[in-house]
């Protein structure tokens, strides 16, 4: 039985102390929540969020790390330094990351290993353009990002990746993929995935939609067939509007 996940992406806002005053209104608001609720909020937050999530029902995640354990990388955090401060999980391959810092889907593959190696849960990132969608070449593109995001991962760590099937068209806009859009793919990704392991390791990985989840549209969109949860960037910075999504 796959466990809804609603994830916060809060991208490059919030400072240290307004991550914790944001985390600490969230905390009352989630209790008792039945789903399990993530934050990701910037490395320098992650300390300060990781203290005042402690007790609670909010786990932490980072928005990136490097592929590498360490060295020569000026600018760049490595997954030993992530779990040293207790963070859980991480998103990997954010098509703002693909877009504006060249992520490419070898380097989100190694970004995966090396997340399951330090007993970080990826959050794997994934979606079509307009113009891929437009060109009818969704499916296609979304398999070929999977197959090498999931290269040389057994089924034993597959299970504990979480993927994130993020239109791009949907982010950040306004424009929600319907349920029935959004749940489609969410299904050939599932059947993509069984390909490449088998039914049950399909079955037991947790896909997210994101791409402008609101409050309003959370519940429908998490009772889909294939649907287990959302990547929220925008409502995320919102405590009244995430704890709703969040009890969605
Ligand atoms: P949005 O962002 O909810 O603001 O569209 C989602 C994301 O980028 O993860």
């Not at 999931?150 to 950040?172: L, N, Q």
């Amino acid at each position: 039985m796959r466990k809804i996940l609603a994830a916060g992406n809060w991208k490059m806002n919030n400072t240290p102390s307004q991550a914790e005053a944001m985390i600490n209104e969230l905390k009352g608001k989630v209790a008792g929540c039945k789903n399990d609720v993530l934050i990701c909020p910037t490395y320098v937050c992650l300390p300060a969020a990781v203290k005042a999530a402690e007790g609670s029902n909010i786990k932490i995640g980072a928005q990136n790390l490097h592929f590498e354990d360490k060295g020569a990388f000026t600018g760049e955090i490595s997954a030993q330094m992530l779990k040293e401060i207790g963070v859980e999980y991480v998103i990997i391959g954010h098509s703002e990351r693909r877009e504006y810092f060249a992520e490419t889907d070898d380097t989100v593959n190694a970004k995966v290993i090396q997340a399951l190696k330090y007993d970080l849960i990826p959050v794997l990132c994934c979606g079509e353009s307009l113009k891929q969608r437009e060109d009818t070449i969704t499916f296609d593109f979304i398999r070929s990002q999977i197959k090498i995001a999931f290269r040389g991962i057994s089924k034993e760590d597959a299970v504990k990746i979480v993927v994130a099937y993020e239109p791009i068209w949907a982010i950040g806009t306004g424009k929600v993929a319907t349920s029935e859009q959004a749940n489609e793919v969410c299904k050939d990704i599932r059947e993509c995935l069984a390909g490449i392991y088998d039914e049950e390791t399909a079955a037991n990985i947790r896909i997210l939609y994101g791409g402008s989840v609101n409050k309003d549209c959370a519940a429908e969109l998490f009772a889909m067939s294939d649907i287990d949860g959302g990547l929220v960037g925008g409502a995320s910075l919102k405590p009244d509007d995430f704890s709703i999504i969040c009890n969605a």
